[in-house]
């Protein structure tokens, strides 16, 4: 069966590292770019970024680029989203996702699984 | 301010056809294609029409996609009180580099 499965919710203080993570399986981990999208509670769907796993190229959306950092360990078949110092405002569930890529242009290509979530949480 | 709009509600009764819009520009909507997500309260979003009109498998035939210029709908016939829901428009923005979502539309079926 193929499954997102991620890693289980966090609280968190202001100025903290956190690291989440989604373990992949069912499926070869390096044949997929993995996407992460974040949604605030009560809001709607943000794209985050997206990594390809074979050769770890990134890219992130213009609203999250310099917040977050995306990354993969392909031994292991694990993609993960990472702060550096998190804030209050980084409160919100975040999705990994596959995608699916029908075409050679990005434009061609869509979210057809997810993961269950990582809700965060960041208060003092 | 999603890049997207869609309508943040609407509603029908069982058995009636409902739409949901989601309207963009040239640089999204029209030079791509679209998905739409469907999430119920908690749980992960769910695809449910990809490339315009396309469904996956086990998505009923209900659902329907289509687009015209800069704008795409999401039609629901049949509706049935399960397919009350959030519902997500998505495409790719040639301006952004970036994927985009319409802010979603709560369906109610009363």
């Known amino acids: 069966e193929v499954q997102l499965v991620q890693s289980g919710a966090e609280v968190k203080k202001p100025g903290e590292p956190l690291k989440i993570s989604c373990k992949v399986s069912?499926?070869?981990?390096?044949?997929?770019?993995i996407g992460w999208v974040r949604q605030i509670p009560g809001k709607g769907l943000e794209w985050m970024g997206a990594?390809?796993?074979?050769?770890?190229?990134?890219r992130y959306s213009p609203s999250f680029q310099g917040q977050v950092t995306i990354s993969a360990d392909k031994s292991i078949d694990i993609a993960y989203l990472q702060w550096r110092s998190v804030k209050p405002s980084d409160t919100a569930m975040y999705y990994c996702t596959r995608l699916f890529q029908g075409r050679a242009s990005m434009r061609f290509w869509y979210f057809d699984l997810w993961g269950r979530g990582t809700l965060v949480t960041v208060s003092s | 301010q999603s890049v997207l709009t869609q309508p943040p509600s609407v509603s029908g009764i069982p058995g009636q056809r409902v739409t949901i819009s989601c309207s963009g520009s040239?640089?999204?909507?029209?030079?791509?294609?679209v998905n739409w997500y469907q999430q119920f309260s908690g749980p992960a979003p769910k695809l449910i029409i990809y490339?315009?009109?396309q469904r996956p498998s086990g998505v009923p035939g209900r659902f329907s996609g289509s687009k015209s210029g800069t704008s795409a709908s999401l039609a629901i016939s049949g509706l049935q009180s399960e397919d009350e829901a959030d519902y997500y428009c998505e495409t790719w923005d040639d301006s952004l580099n970036a994927w985009v979502f319409g802010g979603g539309t709560k369906l109610t079926v009363l």
């Open positions: 069912g499926y070869r981990f390096t044949n997929n770019w």
């Open positions: 040239s640089s999204n909507i029209e030079t791509n294609i």
């Open positions: 990594i390809y796993p074979d050769d770890s190229d990134t």
């Open positions: 490339d315009i009109n």
